[in-house]
């Protein structure tokens, strides 16, 4: 018997994009936080950080919103302090 694995379409998506600015991760991010899917977002966060793609205000908020959403307290509170970091200011959507 042959297992079928389902791949989200958020995953498919990033594959196949051809230009990956920071507007397309914040899409797909933001879809996976209003999935509940909290470790699909880290992972393709950590996935745009290590293609060099500088984060902003936004795509923070559905990093954040995605961990909220997941339970993922202390993934949260590391991906909010590494805000400053980037050289971004927490707003009050960030907390």
């Not at 797909?28 to 500088?54: P, S």
């Amino acid at each position: 018997m042959i297992e079928e694995r389902i791949v989200p379409s958020e995953v498919t998506m990033v594959s196949v994009m051809k230009e990956r600015d920071v507007s397309a991760w914040t899409a797909v991010i933001g879809a996976m936080a209003m999935e509940g899917n909290g470790e699909g977002a880290l992972d393709l966060f950590n996935e745009m950080l290590e293609q060099e793609i500088k984060p902003d205000e936004v795509v923070f908020t559905g990093v954040l919103t995605a961990c909220s959403h997941g339970g993922l307290v202390e993934q949260g509170k590391h991906i909010f302090n590494s805000m400053k970091e980037q050289g971004i200011t927490p707003h009050i959507v960030h907390y």
